[in-house]
């Protein structure tokens, strides 16, 4: 079974996020060494995929006329964070009184370093006395920042500043999106309950919900050619492990076409459906395959049973990772081990090979398209966002996922199928694990995305257990 190699920044365009860049000097420090300093570090953030929507060089000049003309440019320009380069000693007010002025954006004070010449003698400007009598200031003024400095003759930690530059720009990007969810609390639930209140207060993300009948009447206005194109194009690309009926198959692209149409008219991010008390209860047709097509063909989060954090979870996951961001629930405790699975779809983004399905039913139930796929193995990470005494808190977990042992669960129709499953072997014991668990679902990313997750809970204020 094949390994993930995660790697967000080869699947991503070269753009990560959008800056403004202003350096800081001290006005009778030369000024060439600070434009040579603050344009090494533009070209190490440019490098990085952090497109700089200006570049401007500040000192404590006394009429604070370089100070205004920043200003000025930060105004006229959309960014995501503000790199406030320190590049040498600089007064504190000559630095508030730009930035001040922008108190609600990120900010990332980044001080510079000295350097050596040919002799090994070391030349600097006082980097690090700029920012030590700076940071305080700015965590005293709760600032939204993140400090880090270069060691002496060092180039930046560019891990660092990668990781925060995809933490804000995820930020920015939940602030904008929305997240459906086609009913409302699948099996009265209460992992599923949400606070929308503090989900716009803390993400600026809005859950929308729409009813089954909306998508029952939109099945009645679709065009026969493009369910048909979308049946030839399922019976190519999907591997039956016995035929399935061709009425099921229509029927689950009618009510993906549907939904695709619901998702592309509202733009939504990521979405949930009534699962249990809605499509197999209601409409008679458990919807693995619907999620299926969701993720595959849009490839936008998607979970059953209205599960609202995991929907969140899932989103802010896709933001900071790149990932599609799966599902997987958990099905047994070992001493050593978890063992994880899901009784309906994966992405074909985890899948290893093809993409295998099977007509099948469990209990009562009517017979489904069921994804009997194998899961791709390697690093992985486990998160889940939840609340606690009315603030968000997040649980982070790593391990390495292996192939699981032969297993079924009891109920589906024989010869019972093996659900795409891993077990995880977890970086802490599972008694620890364990006596944090917040649901029964929590969302997988491979690699150990542990710093890009801390990086965008620092920014919210998060805590993280």
């Given amino acids: 079974m094949k390994n993930f190699n995660s790697d967000y920044f080869n699947n991503q365009s070269k753009i990560i996020a959008e800056a403004a860049f202003i350096g800081f000097g001290e006005v009778n420090t030369p000024k060439d060494i600070i434009e040579k300093k603050c344009l090494i570090a533009k070209k190490e953030l440019e490098n990085l995929g952090v497109n700089l929507k200006c570049f401007e060089i500040v000192s404590d000049d006394q009429q604070g006329l370089q100070a205004k003309k920043a200003i000025e440019v ?20 000559a630095v508030l009184r730009v930035v001040n002025n922008f108190s609600n954006k990120p900010m990332l004070l980044w001080g510079l370093s000295g350097y050596y010449d040919d002799k090994n003698k070391l030349y600097t400007t006082a980097d690090q006395a700029g920012t030590t009598a700076i940071r305080k200031v700015f965590e005293d003024l709760n600032y939204n920042f993140k ?24 930020l920015n990007k939940l602030k904008s999106s929305k997240i459906s969810m086609m009913g409302y609390r699948d099996m009265n639930l209460y992992s599923t309950f949400y606070d929308p209140v503090l989900v716009k207060k803390i993400f600026g993300t809005e859950f929308e919900h729409f009813e089954m009948l909306e998508i029952n009447q939109k099945i009645k206005n679709l065009d ?53 008390d809605g499509m197999k209860k209601l409409e008679g047709f458990p919807p693995a395959m619907v999620f299926m097509l969701i993720s595959n063909e849009l490839n936008i989060p998607s979970i059953p049973e209205n599960d609202s954090y995991g929907s969140l979870t899932q989103l802010i996951s896709k933001y900071l990772t790149g990932q599609i961001s799966a599902y997987f629930e958990f099905y047994e405790f070992m001493e050593d081990r978890i063992l994880v699975g899901v009784p309906d779809f994966i992405p074909k983004e985890v899948t290893d090979g093809d993409i295998l399905v099977m007509p099948t039913k469990f209990g009562d139930f009517n017979e489904g398209i069921l994804n009997v796929s194998k899961v791709k193995t390697g690093i992985v990470t486990l998160a889940r966002f939840s609340t606690k005494n009315g603030k968000f808190i997040l649980h982070l977990l790593t391990g390495k996922a292996v192939s699981p ?61």
């Avoid at 930060?74 to 007010?93: E, H, M, R, S």
């Avoid at 061709?246 to 029927?251: A, E, G, H, N, Q």
């Avoid at 689950?252 to 076409?257: C, D, E, S």
Wanted: hydrophobic share 40%.
């Fill in 405 to 465: 042992r032969p297993w079924e669960e009891v109920g589906w129709t024989p010869p019972a199928p093996q659900l795409p499953s891993l077990e995880i072997i977890l970086d802490v014991p599972i008694e620890d694990f364990a006596s944090k668990v917040l649901s029964q679902h929590y969302i997988l990313t491979y690699g150990d995305n542990t710093k890009l997750f801390i990086e965008f809970c620092n920014l919210h204020k998060i805590d993280m257990i």
């Fill in 147 to 170: 400090y880090i400095y270069n060691f002496t003759g060092k180039n930046a930690d560019i891990e660092k500043i990668k990781n925060f530059a995809v933490a804000v720009k995820a």
């Fill in 74 to 93: 930060l105004q006229k320009i959309n960014f995501d964070f503000i790199v406030v380069c320190i590049a040498g000693w600089i007064p504190t007010w």
């Fill in 224 to 276: 026969n050619n493009k369910v048909l194109k979308e049946y030839e194009k399922i019976k190519n690309s999907w591997k039956f492990t016995k035929p399935a009926a061709k009425d099921t198959l229509i029927k689950g692209i009618k009510y993906y076409l549907s939904i695709k149409e619901k998702i592309e008219e509202k733009q939504y991010d990521a979405i949930s459906l009534i699962d249990v």
